[in-house]
Structures are given as C-alpha cells and as structure tokens.
C-alpha cells in the first residue's frame, strides 16, 4: 500500500509490520524512521543491518528471527540499500507471521518495474513511502512551521535566505534551525545580521563534530576542526550551548547506563532514538564519563557562560580553555 510520508502520523503503526522507504531524501527519511522507531518501540531494541550482510548469511539471519535468541522483547529491524534481492527474503518473514518484529526496509531509488516495490505497493498490509526530494517551498514551509512554533518573529526574505543556504537539503536545515534555537536562549528576535554570522557559521558544519571529539578525548580530531575552521569570539556561545546540550543528553544516557548496565540497551532504548552513525560515538562517549562527572561538567559550562557573557572580547579564548581543559580531565 502506498502512503504519503505526511500521512505516516495519521496511521495506527500498531497495524503494520513492515514498511518500505525508498528515495534519496535522507533528512526526511529520518524524520520517519524516527516516527515509526518511537511508534513501535514497546522496550524493543532496534537493530540496522546492510542488505549485502544479510544476503551473504541468510541463514543465519532467518535462524536468529526463529529461535528468538535475538528477538526476547521484539525487534525493530532496519535493512539499508536493499534491492529486488532481499524480496525473497522478506517473503519468508512474512510467512512466519511473527508479530513482534517489525521490519523497515531503507533504500536510495527503486525503479517502477522493482519487484519488491511492487510487491509493497500491491498488498495492504504491507506500507510502501515514497521519499521524494524537497522543493524550496516545501523547506520554507517547514523553516516557517519552526519559527511559529517557537514564537520568534522572521521576515520572509530571512526566511528565504536560510533555506537557500541549504541546498535542499531537509536534514541540513534541520541541524541549523537548532542552532538558531540554540542561539536564540531567551532571545525574543533575531536580526538579519545575527542570521548572516550564524549562516555562515552553518557552513562551518564542525561544532557537533568538536564537541563529540571532546567527549571521546580525540585530541587530533579536535586539533583537526581547529585548524579547518575559523572560529570567531561570535561563535563561541553556540558552540557552548551545543556542549551543553550534548552533554546534558549523554548526562541521561549515562544515568541509565549505571542503571541497566548495558550499554546497549541504553542506546536501543533513547528517547529520541540514536540513529547508526551515531551510536559508536556515543558508546564511546558513555565508557569515558561517568554521571557525577557529567553533572560537573554542566555546571562548569554553566560558569564558563558567564565568563563569556562578562568578558566576549575573549571568549573564544575561553572556550577553547575550556575544551582542552576536559579532554585532559578524562584522560
């Protein structure tokens, strides 16, 4: 059955157990994913897995799904880059009618003779979502939704500048509109000179990777970022309020890590999810810090925002102070 990426939120995903998503709009692929992960996700741990690891230990892979040694609680599976070849593979899946698994294929473009598209598109029970790219009206759309959401007033012509920083690219828009918010703080407005500085600080994409390197300790990495990025005193509060609210999501990750004490249940189980590229690094990031450690640590940020605030002539300066600072108390 064929359904509009819009109409996701309108369905009873209880109903389904599998879906197909395929199209190279990656950024609203993952805003799905995260629909149908947190949907499902009844403590069900969620596994990715290429189609090619798949098609090479078949299997093995059937055998886990049956003997349930990997599946106790159930099982969100994605499969990436699959093609016309895992179609049999799914069938038989089906067949078994086991209902605590739910099964997301994940792929860039199926052409409209594919047979596991159509086999998707035919069957009702089966959710086929088409992901096609986004227009500049769509982007617009979206970046105003955010703005009124967030009560910050914006003149169209900004509105239109973003977007047009942005390539078409959803996911990117997305990253940047949180860093408008992180920003903004208490801010009630934003002017268009702001916008420019941090339009161009969107081109610099290096902040999340600086402050997950000085989460992991990767001093060559953020040496690296350093150099290839001309970071301003201008910058510098927004790469602190990333700091802060990365730390502060690991801060309750790592909660319930000393809790649990499996890591990857931890991970499976994070509201929001973490998606597959992420999840190594925060893996990382979890074995390097403790919880006392992290609560520290904001409320060092915490200071380290006022120091800034009183003397901004040098706050670059101080915040590079505080990065190294950390990556050495954790060594």
């Given at each position: ?14 109903d ?19 629909e ?17 690891l ?37 069938e ?11 099964l ?30 986004d ?22 012509s ?61 001093n060559?990495?953020?040496?690296h ?19 802060l ?22 991970i ?39 120091e ?11 915040l ?12």
């Open positions: 059955m064929i359904v509009k990426n819009y109409e996701i939120k309108k369905l009873n995903l209880n389904y157990h599998f879906f197909l998503l395929y199209g190279k709009n990656e950024g609203l692929k993952n805003e799905i994913l995260s149908l992960v947190l949907k499902n996700n009844s403590n069900k741990e969620t596994k990715k897995i290429d189609e090619k798949i098609l090479e230990n078949k299997d093995e892979f059937l055998n886990d799904i049956l003997s349930g040694s990997l599946f106790t609680n159930g099982k969100i599976i994605i499969i990436k880059h699959v093609s016309d070849k895992i179609l049999n593979i799914v038989d899946i089906l067949e078994k009618n086991l209902n605590e698994i739910i997301i294929l994940d792929t860039e473009t199926l052409e409209k003779k594919s047979k596991l598209r159509n086999f998707f598109e035919k069957d009702k029970n089966l959710i086929c979502v088409p992901v096609y790219p227009n500049d009206q769509v982007l617009s759309n979206f970046t105003q939704t955010f703005f009124l959401e967030k009560k910050i007033p914006i003149a169209q900004n509105i239109n500048f973003i977007v047009s920083k942005c390539h078409g690219d959803r996911e990117y828009l997305k990253n940047e509109l949180n860093k408008i918010e992180l920003f903004m703080n208490k801010k009630k407005s934003i002017s268009t000179e702001e916008l420019i500085k941090l339009t161009n600080l969107i081109e610099n994409h290096s902040i999340s990777d600086l402050i997950d390197s000085c989460l992991i300790q990767n060559r990495k953020i040496m970022i350093l150099n290839e990025n001309n970071f301003s005193n201008d910058d510098s509060m927004i790469i602190l309020r990333t700091f609210t990365k730390t502060k999501k690991i801060l309750k990750l790592a909660n319930d890590y000393f809790q649990n004490n499996d890591i990857d249940k931890t499976s189980q994070a509201k929001p999810p973490i998606f597959w590229k992420e999840k190594e690094i925060v893996k990382m990031q979890l074995k390097k810090w403790k919880p006392f450690m992290l609560k520290k640590l904001v409320v060092t940020i915490n200071k380290i925002e006022l800034i605030k009183k003397n901004p002539q040098a706050s670059l300066y101080i590079m102070n505080l990065i190294w600072d950390q990556t050495k108390k954790i060594a």
